[in-house]
């Protein structure tokens, strides 16, 4: 737990259905660099939580934007 | 670098029970948890996935707690009066030592959460009161009942004088203190129900 807490990124975004979920869960499943991932659908702010040592906020961004949502990280 | 801050996440798990004692599970909110406890929303994400797990984590805390503290001095191995006189005081002392974290378990358990919960920190527990509950019985110091009728009778009049003693009001609105005399009184009773 000590390592993981620098490896997680955090995201509000505008995910908020389970088909808006489905729009996206294969691309972040299938990318090696992600370990793990899950959205809080019971958040008002929809959060996009990632675990991943390498990946950055940006290629996140990247990706939700390509599916058209809005994906802004959380400090 | 993010580091880790063991106070800040006492206080998150404080929080959390308070929030959820007053409002329930569905009042309860990451949003408004964050803000009570003064740290951002992301902070609260990078120790727990979301809203469920950060339930269930609490509620597996309290559990493991209790757990602990009944465990303390007691064997399944004790007479049936003596193991019974140390869950009434290991009982009593977790209530009034933590009323919150006892109404938030009360919550808790009776939510769709209870599986989860009980099966992630009580398993062991059942198993070493089953174990007194079995041998109670084959030693003849217990009547064979069913466990819900024993757990009601062996644990009902504690959690009654308990409850009084949160309110701090007896029947007439006067002023109420558990007593070691009145806790003695109820515990001698529930022996004469129980026993052969």
Partial sequence: MENIINNILIFATNIKTKNDKEKISTELNENPEIIQWNIDQEDIDCVLRIVSETISEEQIINILNKHNFNCTPLE | ?196
Avoid at chain 2, 16 to 21: D, F, N, Q, R
Avoid at chain 2, 45 to 51: E, L, M, S, V
Avoid at chain 2, 167 to 184: I, M, R, V, Y
């Fill in chain 2, 1 to 196: 670098m993010r580091t880790r801050d063991t106070n800040k996440e006492d206080l998150v798990k404080q929080k959390a029970i308070e929030i959820l004692v007053k409002l329930g599970i569905e009042g309860f909110g990451m949003n408004r948890l964050a803000k009570e406890c003064g740290v951002s929303v992301a902070t609260l994400y990078i120790y727990y996935n979301d809203k469920d797990d950060l339930i269930k984590k609490t509620g597996i805390e309290i559990g493991q707690n209790f757990f602990s503290e009944m465990t303390k001095g007691f064997l399944p191995t004790m007479s049936f009066k003596e193991g019974l006189r140390k869950q009434w005081e290991n009982r009593a002392r977790f209530a009034l030592k933590h009323p919150l974290k006892v109404a938030c378990w009360e919550l808790l358990s009776h939510s769709s959460y209870r599986e989860n919960i009980l099966n992630e920190s009580l398993s062991e527990f059942k198993v070493i009161m089953t174990n007194f509950f079995n041998n109670a019985i084959e030693k003849k110091e217990l009547i064979p009942i069913s466990k819900e009728v024993f757990w009601s009778i062996a644990y009902g009049p504690l959690y009654s004088l308990l409850r009084f003693e949160n309110e701090g009001k007896n029947f007439s609105g006067a002023p109420f203190k558990l007593t070691q005399k009145a806790t003695d009184e109820a515990f001698e009773l529930v022996i004469k129900a129980l026993t052969p």
